[in-house]
């Protein structure tokens, strides 16, 4: 495997096209060829899926593709992820841990400053409001997205996978199943009144440049 590919910092375009064998150099094969072959389209189809999780944790984005390439590593080397009945729900609590491990190590060590502040970065999909918006906001509701406090951010970007219900939210983020709805609806709430707030914005600058 070349250098790039076997940085810690895997660019994340690599991905979809990552073998199981490039993303394991070094790891004992603990896979017959078959499954190797599985796994290869497991990373293939859900790495977005898995950056997206471990991003809403650490926002940053290269810390987001560390902590994908360690939760497939761990995946490699646990055969858990052949017998898992709902595949996102299964990899949505891998990452969801190694995220939040991260994210305390890197609180905890000598010299930690603030939290990463939200890079003016579109996320790799998009979130589950940005269908409600033009392409020109795209960009602006993944900010606020990002902008969210943490309790509120995990709940509404695990929902918008198709796999997960509010009760394996639940699970995964270790709360009750009426919090995760709470915390969904005050999310949603909140990215509306912010969206609504921008629009006014914009409404009143658009009518002042008329009136110049």
């Known amino acids: 495997m070349n250098d790039q590919l076997s940085a ?24 017959t060829t078959d499954e190797e072959a599985a796994f290869t389209a497991l990373v293939q189809r859900q790495s ?18 560390d902590a994908m390439q360690e939760t497939f590593l ?21 990452a969801w841990r190694v995220a939040v491990d991260r994210s305390r190590a890197a609180k905890s060590a000598p010299g930690a400053g603030s939290p990463h502040s939200a890079p003016n970065l579109e996320s790799p999909q998009p979130g589950p ?4 918006v ?4 795209y960009a602006i509701v ?22 997960l219900n509010s009760r394996e939210i639940a699970a995964i983020l270790c709360i009750p199943e009426g919090t995760v709805r709470t915390r969904l609806q005050r999310a949603r709430q909140s990215l509306r009144d912010r969206l609504a707030a ?5 409404r009143i600058s658009n009518q002042e440049n008329q009136h110049a």
């Open 134 to 137: 033009d392409a020109n906001q």
């Open 74 to 94: 761990k995946l490699y080397r646990n055969a858990g992820w052949q017998h898992a009945e709902k595949e996102q729900a299964f990899l949505a609590r891998v």
């Open 142 to 163: 993944h900010a606020m997205i990002d902008a969210l406090p943490e309790d509120l951010r995990l709940p509404l970007v695990l929902s918008a996978s198709e796999d």
């Open 8 to 31: 810690p910092g895997l660019p994340f375009e690599t991905w979809e096209s990552t073998t199981a064998q490039q993303l394991c150099t070094g790891a004992e094969n603990v896979l």
């Open 48 to 65: 977005r899926f898995v950056f997206r999780v471990a991003y809403a944790v650490l926002l940053n984005a290269h810390d987001a593709e």
């Open 129 to 132: 409001e940005s269908a409600l």
């Open 198 to 202: 921008l629009n006014s914005r914009s």
